[in-house]
């Protein structure tokens, strides 16, 4: 086999992972509790080749991350090979998408296939996913997973099928690439932000709280935490040296939106990651009038709409 095919779909936080621990390879400071969503994917294809390349939606690039990644593969497997990495996203790459979560995710699978011939498990399917993006940890598993703070691989909760009503919509504000890259902003927060040591030391209580909420169907409740969650993180990144600011206007208006739909009897939640991208959490019943109530407040925006879903899958390729 020379050729595989790999699916994995993005990790949202819900807890939000947000700053590395200063030892090991992308070892998380904090915890976090994440959902895998179905109706955003990244196809990656590596092929076995003399050289590394790396094509990434259609154009050739030199991405330092995927570069090292493949360099600590090969260490860790001890491999000769090189690799033609062919990887395409169905949602905007590096904007606050968790395209890196899915990126990684898929690439790790597929280099194990290549490399081991054989269906990892998928704790070691993580951990190796975690060495090219912490959050990618995650996305080898479907619906809830689960990343305690300092660990080397994430864990699955519960499946998909948990809870069938949640649907995330993703509002698209910003297509481009981020200005500041999520790892680069994550050190600049630890190493500056004087909010940074209470973000650690508070977010073990967020989490019990959110556990406790997902494994009782409690829907208000763990939307409140979710948007603590948030809302706490970028706290730490307005006080950084410089501010970390990726909000743009309609990031706030979509935010005052939804506190005003939870007024009128909506059970909408916010969150956001690294980038100025809105997330509302809601029931699929309330999806229509969410949608409507974003058209007319706030304008024709590009959204996508996603659902608990699967984790990354292998596929063999003909040569």
Not at 156 to 183: C, M, N
Request: with cysteine; charged share 20%; proline share 7%.
């Amino acid at each position: 086999m020379t050729k595989v095919r790999a699916l994995a779909h993005p990790s949202l936080a819900l807890i939000k992972y947000w700053g590395k621990q200063e030892s090991g390879i992308n070892l998380p400071a904090v915890p976090s509790l994440a959902l895998t969503l179905e109706g955003l994917t990244t196809t990656t294809t590596v092929s076995l080749v003399e050289n590394d390349q790396i094509v990434l939606n259609g154009k050739a690039v030199s991405d330092p991350k995927v570069i090292e990644f493949l360099e600590r593969i090969r260490q860790l497997t001890h491999s000769p090979y090189h690799f033609l990495v062919e990887s395409t996203n169905d949602f905007p790459t590096a904007a606050g998408l968790a395209s890196s979560s899915s990126g990684f995710a898929a690439l790790a699978a597929a280099l194990w296939a290549l490399i081991h011939h054989d269906e990892p498990k998928p704790k070691n399917l993580s951990e190796w996913a975690r060495l090219g993006s912490g959050s990618a940890s995650r996305s080898v598993f479907g619906g809830w997973t689960l990343w305690p703070a300092g660990a080397e691989f994430a864990e699955q909760l519960y499946g998909p099928d948990h809870w069938t009503e949640v649907r995330v919509i993703l509002f698209v504000l910003e297509s481009g690439a981020k200005p500041l890259g999520s790892r680069e902003a994550m050190n600049l927060t630890r190493q500056t932000s004087p909010y940074y040591p209470a973000w650690v030391s508070d977010s073990p209580q967020l989490l019990q709280r959110a556990l406790e909420a997902l494994n009782t169907k409690a829907w208000k409740k763990l939307g409140e935490v979710l948007r603590l969650s948030y809302l706490r993180m970028f706290a730490t990144m307005y006080a950084a040296d410089p501010p970390i600011i990726y909000w743009l206007p309609e990031s706030l208006q979509l935010i005052r939106l939804a506190e005003e739909l939870r007024q009128n009897g909506l059970s909408v939640f916010e969150t956001m990651d690294a980038g100025p991208q809105v997330k509302y959490f809601c029931r699929e019943e309330e999806l229509p009038r969410v949608l409507q109530a974003v058209a007319e407040r706030v304008g024709q925006l590009d959204y996508r709409v996603a659902k608990p879903g699967g984790g990354v899958r292998i596929e063999a390729c003909p040569d």
